[in-house]
């Protein structure tokens, strides 16, 4: 089997650092991961841990100072700026904590901008699926002002999947919603992976969402320090606290 075959996006050996001498802080220390696809994976660690510089720079926001990303078998680290915007484009979708969302537009043309932008028609069979699959359907003409903050997350993760991308990158998507709707964007992300083979990786800090997932990657001081698969709240906020405990000892 190619080693490649089945892996949505890996990083190799990746390292960020920032600031040079006395100032000198590296955000990630030689990091190597694999997100396979149709999976749904948490990235986890303590404040200052490195976990959104790692989402960044495997998503191509962000430069790296060592070391390989790739999306596929494209190796981000090759591209020029313009291959680097097209990538994004095409293959890379993208949740934040802040919607996101154009106030002027309906929740369809929001849906759809990505698509606008690149010229391209959306497929009908797709959007309806993707509209469906996260339960806006009677709300397509409405401006994210009309929505609620649950409703317009939903909106941001079906603008995320209508490109069909390779991976969707959530930076703690649900940071700005109560524990209900919170619940809700959670599990169409998580019907996204199950019913639509979609591919998700999302920083939380919360144990509760990246119960979600398939498994949990945890960060510590820039470095992979562990991982859980069929991860539990619990179970999560167990080793959270044990990476706390160590980080305030180290």
């Known amino acids: 089997m190619h080693p490649t075959t089945g892996i949505a996006a890996a990083t190799t050996d990746l390292s960020k650092v920032y600031g040079s001498g006395e100032t000198r802080v590296v955000a990630l220390d030689r990091v190597s991961i694999a997100f396979r696809k149709g999976e749904f994976t948490a990235i986890m660690g303590p404040s200052g841990s490195g976990k959104s510089t790692l989402m960044h720079c495997a998503a191509g926001l962000d430069s790296f100072s060592s070391g390989s990303v790739r999306i596929g078998t494209t190796e981000l680290g090759t591209l020029n700026d313009r291959q680097l915007t097209q990538v994004r484009r095409d293959r890379i979708g ?34 309806d699926r993707v509209v469906s699959t996260v339960g806006l359907s009677q709300r397509l003409g409405h401006r994210p002002g009309q929505l609620s903050g649950g409703q317009q997350q939903r ?26 709707a919170g619940a809700e964007v959670l599990g169409f992300l998580r019907d996204s992976v199950r019913e639509l083979g979609q591919t998700v990786v999302m920083v939380t800090h919360d144990p509760v969402a990246a119960g979600y997932a398939d498994r949990v990657v945890f960060l510590a001081d820039g470095r992979l320090v562990d991982e859980m698969t069929h991860p539990t709240p619990d179970r999560v906020l167990d080793r959270m606290k044990a990476l706390d405990t160590r980080s305030r000892t180290s």
Request: proline content about 8%.
């Open 94 to 127: 993208f949740i934040f904590q802040a919607f996101n969302l154009l106030p002027t537009l309906t929740a369809l043309e929001n849906i759809t901008l990505p698509l606008t932008i690149a010229g391209r028609r959306p497929e009908r069979e797709w959007l």
């Open 155 to 180: 909106v941001a993760v079906a603008r995320a999947l209508i490109s069909r991308p390779a991976i969707i990158f959530g930076d703690e998507p649900t940071g700005n919603l109560d524990s209900r």
